[in-house]
């Protein structure tokens, strides 16, 4: 949620009355929430485009004081995304089972050697933004004894 951001530009809201927070925006505005800058804020995400999951700990447990992505992600306000904890749980759920099973690494060339760094490219489309395909190496896991076995297969 916080890599990059699913709806860019979130959905637009429009303001009521000429001040809100404190701050002048004249009524009747249309107010369009720039996610997609707010995803790679070095403010709040130093180096945000590493992979770094510690960056959300704090003495091994999570830190409060790093900007919670599920804030912003899902949109703002009293229409914010009725949908937030059934994704966020939803998304968790599916990559972990996923995770449990199998590996995914970067793809191998002809002798063997992993192609790095894997080339990932996002395509904002309209309202949402979407990975496109990319070649990866998965690896499935022989039984469940935690072995990986060399049952590997590249996915274009
Ligand atoms: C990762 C997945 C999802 C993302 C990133 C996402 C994001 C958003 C965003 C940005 C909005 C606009 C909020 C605003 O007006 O500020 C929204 C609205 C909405 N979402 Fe989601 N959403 C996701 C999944 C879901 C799911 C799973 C459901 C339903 C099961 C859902 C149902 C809705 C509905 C009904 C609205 C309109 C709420 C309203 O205008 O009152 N969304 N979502």
């Given at each position: 949620m916080r890599w990059q951001a699913i709806t860019p530009i979130g959905v637009g809201h429009r303001s009521v009355?000429?001040?809100?927070a404190g701050l002048l925006i004249p009524g009747d505005s249309l107010l369009i929430p720039n996610i997609w800058a707010m995803c790679p804020d070095e403010a709040d995400y130093?180096?945000?485009?590493?992979?770094?999951?510690?960056?959300?700990?704090?003495d091994g447990i999570l830190n409060p004081d790093v900007r919670d992505p599920l804030n912003f992600a899902f949109g703002?306000?009293?229409?914010?995304?009725?949908?937030l904890h059934f994704a966020d749980a939803g998304l968790f759920i599916i990559f972990a089972s996923v995770l449990h099973v199998v590996r995914i690494g970067p793809p191998v060339n002809d002798d063997g050697a992993c192609i790095v760094p894997l080339k990932l490219d996002v395509e904002p489309r309209s309202l949402t933004a979407r990975l496109q395909p990319f070649s990866c190496l998965i690896t499935t896991s022989v039984g469940l004894s935690g072995e990986y076995g060399s049952s590997c297969f590249c996915r274009q």
């Open positions: 009355a000429d001040v809100y130093p180096g945000p485009e590493r992979f770094y999951p510690e960056r959300w700990l704090r703002f306000g009293r229409r914010i995304c009725p949908g």
